[in-house]
């Protein structure tokens, strides 16, 4: 069992958090949240990389000089893969590196991801995270407050929070997902979570983090 401090939007400690991360994952697979990173980040690659083929290189296909009596090591057209301007040998396509992991798996190394960062007291606790206008002011101070500035964080609320998320869009270092939206690269990535008591019940609770392979 795991005793977080609950903070409120000043940086005092206003209470306590009690928490078992084998409740949200009953042990961690470090291949599996793997896997399940590098399918995140192979699914973020482009794949829009591309050259030419000697076949797709313009100019003329005429052999440069005779095949024989010249002294030199015979040569096809200008497009040639050894000239300099011709199409390359093994040229780059355009490819898709996307693919999927299996659902439950997936969604199981979210939760995994959660519960290491809970075990690793990467989780700070806030009472509160609503805002009652939009202002980068607020959570810049906010973050300040909980000396998390300079600081790579995920906040995570209970729902979609569009205050929080205009509010925290121009901090370096800073992103906003709702609990549903988690996946195991937004979890592992920043240095902390930042999360609301509302966010971390609707985690414990089955969790729900909606995990998609996009």
């Known amino acids: 069992m795991v005793s977080l401090p609950v903070y409120d939007k000043t940086g005092k400690e206003v209470g306590t958090y009690e928490v078992d991360p084998a409740e949200i994952a009953p042990k961690i697979n470090r291949q599996l949240l793997h896997d399940a990173v590098v399918m995140y980040q192979a699914n973020r690659r482009l794949g829009t990389h591309k050259t ?3 076949g797709e290189v313009a100019g003329s296909t005429k052999k440069l000089y005779r095949q024989k009596g010249t002294g030199h090591a015979r040569a096809g057209s200008r497009k040639s893969g050894t000239r300099r301007g011709g199409g390359h040998i093994h040229a780059k396509a ?18 995994m991801a959660i519960a290491g960062k809970i075990a690793d007291s990467q989780v700070v606790v806030v009472d509160d995270l609503s805002f009652p206008e939009v202002k980068t002011r607020q959570v810049a101070d906010l973050l300040k407050a909980l000396s998390l500035t300079g600081k790579t964080a995920l906040i995570t609320t209970e729902g979609l929070n569009r205050v929080v998320y205009r509010s925290s869009r121009n901090i370096p270092g800073v992103e906003v997902l709702p609990a549903s939206d988690l996946n195991a690269l937004s979890v592992l990535r ?3 979570m930042l999360v609301s008591k509302a966010a971390l019940d609707q985690l414990r609770s089955g969790g729900k983090p909606e995990d998609s392979a996009a």
């Open 94 to 111: 355009n490819r898709d590196y996307s693919y999927r992991m299996n659902r439950k798996a997936v969604k199981l190394a979210t939760r």
């Open 52 to 54: 030419k083929t000697r």
């Open 190 to 192: 920043p240095d902390c």
